[in-house]
C-alpha cells in the first residue's frame, strides 16, 4: 500500500526518460545529415569563435570563417550573407552547447532536444493561458499537432530559436494571466529578438501593461534589459555596432521573404500598392483592436487581442521566415478553444479532424506542388487568412466573460474535450 503512491510518479518519470532518450537518438540521425539545422550551426559556431579565439562573431571577417564552416564557402549559393542577428544575450543561450560540445551533430542533436522539449512546455503554457483541460484523447491530438505541425518541423529542423521565442511569450501571457509580474517582465525582456515575429506582440503588451499600470511588470522588463546589455558589453564591449550591421547587412540582402515580395511576384507594379494597402488595414486594425484592449481590463479580451497580433504580423510587410510561423500556435489554439466551448457537441466530434487536417495537408500541399515557392506563400496567406476570420467570427464568445456561475459550467463541460 505504501509503494503504490511511489511506484506511479517513478513510472512517470522512467517514461519522461524513455521519451527523451528515444528523442535524443531520432534527433542524432537526422543531425547526421548537413542539410538541416543551418540555423542552430551558425550560432553554435560562432559561439565557438567567440569562446576559443575571444573574437567578436559579428564582424564582417568572423562572419565570412562562419559561413565558411557551416556552409563550405563564405559566400553562399543564394547570396544571402547569414550574418549573425540575434543580440548577443541570446547567443550567450548557445555558448554552452559551442564550448563544451566539439561534435556539430550531437550539439544539434541535444539543441534539437532542447527545443522539442519547449514546444510541449509551450502548449502546456497556451492550454493553462487559455483555461482549456481538454480530456487525455485531445492533449495526445494537441500533441501530435505542435510535434508535427508543417512551421514546427521547419523550426525544429532548423534549430531554429523561434520556438524558443514561443516558449517565452507563452511565458510572458501565463505570468501576466496569474499577476506574475516580475517574471511577466523578466521573460518579455528575454523575448527582445526576432522583432519581425515577436516585435508588434511585445509592443502591444508594454502599451496594454502601460494602461493597465502594471508597473512592476515595466519596472522588471526595464531593470533585466539593463542587465542583459549591461552583462553583454561587459563580456563583449564592442558587440553592438557590428550587430547593428548584421542586421542591416541580412535586411539589404532580402531576408526571406514578405507581402510586398509576394505580391510583386505574383502581380509586379500592383502588388506593392496592394501590400501597402494591405498593411495599412491591418496597422489601422490593430491599433483600434488595441486601443479597445487597453480600455477593456477583462484578461479575455488581452488575450484575444494577443492572438490577432501574432495572426496579422506575417501580414503586415515584415520579413518572414517560414520558422517564424510557429508562433501561430497560440492564436490557433485560441480558435479550437473558443469553438469547443460556443458548439461542443460540434467540437467534440470534429477536434480531431481539424488537428489532422492542419496538420497533414499543409505536408500533402508541399508533396503534390509543383513550385514549392508559391506553394509556400498560398499556405502562409491561406493560414493567416483563416485565423483573422476565425478569431473575428468567434470575437464575441473570445471576450465575453462568463458572467453567471451556469456559464462558467458550461464552459468548464464545453471544453473538456
Known amino acids: 500500500m505504501r509503494s503504490r503512491p511511489v511506484f ?4 512517470f518519470v522512467l517514461a519522461i526518460l524513455v521519451v527523451l532518450g528515444s528523442l535524443y537518438f ?34 564582417p571577417e568572423p562572419a565570412a570563417q562562419i559561413r565558411r564552416d557551416v556552409f563550405g564557402t563564405p559566400l553562399t549559393s543564394d547570396g544571402y550573407p547569414y550574418r549573425l542577428e540575434y543580440p548577443f544575450y541570446i547567443l550567450l543561450l548557445y555558448l554552452p552547447f559551442s564550448a563544451a560540445i566539439k561534435n556539430a551533430g550531437v550539439a544539434l542533436s541535444l539543441w534539437m532536444l532542447f527545443l522539442q522539449v519547449s514546444l510541449a512546455l509551450t502548449l502546456i503554457l497556451h492550454l493553462r493561458v487559455l483555461e482549456w483541460r481538454p480530456r487525455p484523447v485531445s492533449i495526445f491530438l494537441l500533441f501530435l499537432f505542435v510535434f508535427f505541425w508543417q512551421y514546427d518541423v521547419i523550426a525544429l529542423l532548423d534549430g531554429n530559436v523561434s520556438l524558443i521565442l514561443g516558449l517565452l511569450l507563452a511565458g510572458v501571457l501565463f505570468s501576466l494571466r496569474n499577476e506574475s509580474d516580475e517574471v511577466a517582465g523578466i521573460l518579455l525582456a528575454f523575448s527582445t529578438f526576432k522583432w519581425e515575429a515577436g516585435g508588434p506582440l511585445i509592443l502591444f503588451i508594454l502599451i496594454w501593461a502601460f494602461s493597465q499600470r502594471r508597473w512592476r511588470f515595466l519596472s522588471f522588463f ?16 564592442s558587440w553592438l555596432q557590428p ?8 535586411l539589404r540582402a532580402g531576408k526571406g ?18 501590400a501597402w494597402g494591405l498593411t495599412g488595414i491591418l496597422i489601422v486594425t490593430l491599433f483600434l483592436e488595441w486601443r479597445a484592449a487597453c480600455r477593456d481590463a477583462s484578461w479575455q479580451r488581452f488575450a484575444w487581442t494577443s492572438a490577432l497580433t501574432l495572426a496579422a504580423t506575417p501580414l503586415l510587410g515584415l520579413p518572414v521566415e517560414l520558422a517564424n510561423l510557429s508562433l501561430l500556435t497560440f492564436p490557433t489554439l485560441l480558435v479550437l478553444v473558443v469553438s469547443a466551448g460556443r458548439w461542443s457537441r460540434l467540437a467534440t466530434w470534429s ?29 502562409m496567406l491561406l493560414l493567416t487568412t483563416f485565423l483573422l476570420l476565425a478569431l473575428y467570427w468567434l470575437k464575441w464568445w473570445a471576450v465575453r466573460p462568463p458572467r453567471l456561475w451556469l456559464d462558467r459550467l458550461k464552459a468548464a463541460a464545453n471544453t473538456s474535450l
Open 8 to 11: 506511479f510518479p517513478s513510472l
Open 26 to 59: 531520432v534527433n542524432l540521425r537526422l543531425a547526421a545529415n548537413t542539410a538541416i539545422g543551418d540555423d542552430f550551426r551558425l550560432y553554435w559556431s560562432g559561439g565557438r569563435y567567440f569562446v576559443f579565439q575571444t573574437v567578436n562573431p559579428y564582424r
Open 222 to 237: 526595464g531593470i533585466t534589459l539593463g542587465i542583459l546589455f549591461a552583462i553583454t558589453t561587459i563580456l563583449l564591449p
Open 243 to 250: 550587430f547593428l550591421q548584421s542586421v542591416v547587412a541580412n
Open 257 to 274: 521573404f514578405s507581402t510586398f515580395s509576394i505580391f510583386h511576384l505574383w502581380w509586379r507594379g500592383l502588388g506593392q500598392k496592394l
Open 351 to 379: 477536434i480531431g479532424f481539424w488537428v489532422v487536417g492542419l496538420t497533414l495537408l499543409p505536408w500533402l500541399a508541399l508533396f503534390r506542388s509543383n513550385s514549392l515557392e508559391h506553394t509556400t506563400y498560398r499556405l
